[in-house]
């Protein structure tokens, strides 16, 4: 088709556009949101999910990613700032753009008093694009696919926690997708529900479906995430590919030791970059040369050595790192 | 490419699929059907506390104005229990029952956090509030069928039916009785359309279920209450209960209109009102629960 007629069509309900030109699936500008009267809940992001890619958005408890998920969602009016979704503007399109996007915010919702078929039922519904002669069999395909066949017929109320999740996430598969939103999906699930989530992420993954996912579970995050963003306090710390993120928190050299001054001078003059002294460690970048030979350095120079070793940074490193250790909850 | 690009189509019937599925999600609520079977309890009760009565005595009221004319009359034709047991329970329990359901119809969502879901569905809102709308309604008018037929059921047994006598002394046919009967049912579910758009509103207003049913039950009360005093006298024509015992006047030879049609003007002003505040406060409101 030409470019003439796709532009005509973008006047009608084509849901293309910016995503077309910079690839971005999710792209906000500024985006912020204060409730009544308080504090920022998020503050001036400017959050970029590619397309294809499944994208890890991070953040301890109030960070404001929440927030941001329902104003993505056109649940909540953004203060200031904007959002696309899909290439188009959202609360304004999110007409348009919300029937190819498969949500879980904060938790499943049920009707307690249907069965897990009826609750699939209702919401397939509520979806204009919907068409009721599939829905049945889309509603039996979603069931089968979070492993809910057995207890469709069960009332929702009788669901265990991770059963009511896997509900929620049955109720987001309803329809081929183009983009899953999905507020901290493992929440509650078993181990082999997880690993069984993550199986299904993948699997949407590949077959095009991008996958915004919120979580606290870091090591869930390295293990299905290719991007990330991290948010503290409403504002966006760092977003890029998992790989950058955990580099950037590289693993550093620790040497335990009581003699900290002299084994610091001696990774100094063995090339080690950054050396930092807390209490009875000496920690530095790893240098490129073989770490035998800084051992034996620092034998040699008779400092006497309790332990020895490169500690590999890893995801959770670079979070705590990047938002601060403290449990508290910022208020 | 394109083709995955282009927007879904939307179902041409699809407003309808969602006014079924929320017409079944509603009468399936264990509350709706115990509204309902309440309903259908009054006039079991008043049938039989007649029939032990055995016609004569005070009749205690019968709840409204237009009770007693009518419910002295039952012994003679059980007809008459219809309109009776309509003007026993329009005054409280059926827009109770309806304050109820309409209360609770976007609140109750919002408590249950299934309103986020079926706003990301995206059912969209204007459609939403149109559909709750015309659930509640159909409420108001299951609501009123509920109690004629059951009043309708009990008198058959109870009494002998037949030809009957208008307020106005005139004789009609039991079939014509029984149109009238069917119209004024349709009436008295007219009436309640001012409280089920103050319930909508209410519900917009609050992500509580109860809090949104309680208000609207206590607004349904105080209405009520300040209907009853005279000094208000000024004011009493815009509360939505004024005119509804009008409904009785369908029994008169021949039908005094006046006070009908003016019951269902006010009733459909409070919807316009009530509706396009539930409707202003629902598409701005931000959706938090
Ligand atoms: N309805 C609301 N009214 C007022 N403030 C709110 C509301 N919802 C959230 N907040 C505030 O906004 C901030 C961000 O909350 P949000 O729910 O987005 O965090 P989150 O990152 O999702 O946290 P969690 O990991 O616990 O789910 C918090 O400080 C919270 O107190
Ligand atoms: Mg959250």
């Known amino acids: 088709m030409g470019e003439a007629s796709a532009t005509e069509r973008d006047g009608a309900d084509t849901v293309r556009g910016a995503e077309a030109g910079d690839g971005a699936v999710i792209a906000t500008r500024a985006l912020t949101k204060r409730y009544r009267g308080g504090q920022p809940a998020v503050d001036g992001l400017d959050l970029t999910v590619p397309a294809g890619s499944v994208f890890g958005f991070l953040g301890p408890n109030g960070s404001g990613k929440t927030t941001t998920i329902r104003m993505l969602m056109g649940l909540i009016e953004p203060t200031s700032g904007t959002a696309h979704v899909l290439g188009r503007p959202v609360p304004r399109s999110a007409r348009a753009v919300l029937p190819h996007v498969g949500a879980l915010i904060e938790g499943p919702a049920l009707y307690g008093f249907l069965s897990g078929r009826d609750n699939l039922l209702r919401y397939d519904a509520a979806d204009p694009t919907a068409d009721p002669r599939t829905r049945r069999a889309r509603v039996a395909a979603a069931l089968d696919r979070v492993g809910l066949t057995a207890a469709a017929g069960k009332k929702a109320k009788a669901y265990s926690l991770g059963m009511k999740q896997r509900l929620g996430l049955a109720a987001a598969l309803l329809q081929p997708r183009r983009l899953l939103v999905l507020d901290e999906p493992t929440n509650g699930l078993d181990p082999q529900g997880m690993r069984e989530i993550r199986g299904l992420v993948r699997e949407l993954a590949s077959d095009g479906t991008t996958v915004f996912l919120s979580s606290h579970l870091l090591d869930e995050i390295e293990q299905v995430c290719t991007h990330a963003a991290v948010m503290a306090r409403g504002r966006l710390i760092v977003q890029g590919p998992v790989a950058d993120l955990a580099a950037g928190a590289r693993g550093r050299l620790v040497v335990t030791t009581p003699d900290t001054g002299d084994a610091a001078r001696v990774l100094k003059e063995q090339g080690v970059a950054d050396v930092v002294v807390t209490e009875d460690r000496v920690t530095g970048e790893v240098p490129g040369r073989d770490l035998a030979e800084v051992n034996a350095a620092l034998v040699a120079a008779g400092v006497r050595v309790r332990g020895f070793g490169a500690e590999r940074a890893s995801l959770e490193d670079a979070f705590v790192a990047l938002t601060g250790e403290g449990f508290d909850v910022a208020g | ?289």
Request: contains cysteine; proline residues 4%.
């Open chain 2, 1 to 289: 490419m394109s083709q995955a690009e282009a927007a879904r189509r939307t179902s041409p019937l699809w407003t309808l699929g969602l006014f079924r599925s929320e017409l079944l999600t509603t009468f399936r609520r264990w509350r709706t059907l115990a509204l309902l079977g309440v309903l259908a309890a009054v006039p079991v009760l008043v049938g039989v506390a007649v029939e032990i009565e055995t016609g004569d005595g005070p009749a205690a009221g019968g709840g409204g104005g237009a009770g007693p004319a009518f419910i002295s009359q039952i012994t003679n034709n059980g007809l008459f229990l219809v309109f009776t047991a309509l003007a026993a329970t329009l005054p409280f329990f059926l827009p109770m029952a309806v304050g109820v359901v309409a209360g609770d119809a976007l609140a109750g969502e919002a408590n249950a956090g299934t309103l986020r879901y079926l706003l990301v569905a995206p059912a969209g809102r204007t459609r939403l509030l149109l559909t709750k709308f015309a659930t509640v309604i159909a409420f108001c008018l299951a609501a009123t069928l509920v109690v004629a037929v059951s009043a309708l059921a009990v008198g058959a047994l109870l009494f002998p039916l037949g030809d009957l006598t208008t307020i106005s002394g005139t004789r009609i046919s039991f079939a014509e009785g029984l149109a009238r009967a069917l119209l004024i049912a349709l009436v008295v579910a007219a009436s309640l359309i001012g409280v089920a758009a103050l319930g909508l509103f209410v519900s917009t207003l609050t992500d509580s279920g109860i809090a949104a049913m309680a208000t609207t039950v206590g607004l349904l009360i105080t209405v009520q209450i300040l209907g009853q005093i005279p000094q208000l006298d000024a004011l009493h024509p815009y509360f939505f209960s004024h005119y509804w015992l009008s409904f009785a006047d369908l029994m008169r030879e021949p039908v005094y209109w006046e006070d009908l049609t003016r019951n269902l003007g006010l009733q459909a002003l409070y919807a316009a009102v009530f509706g396009s505040a539930a409707w202003a406060r629902f598409t701005g409101k931000d959706i938090t629960a």
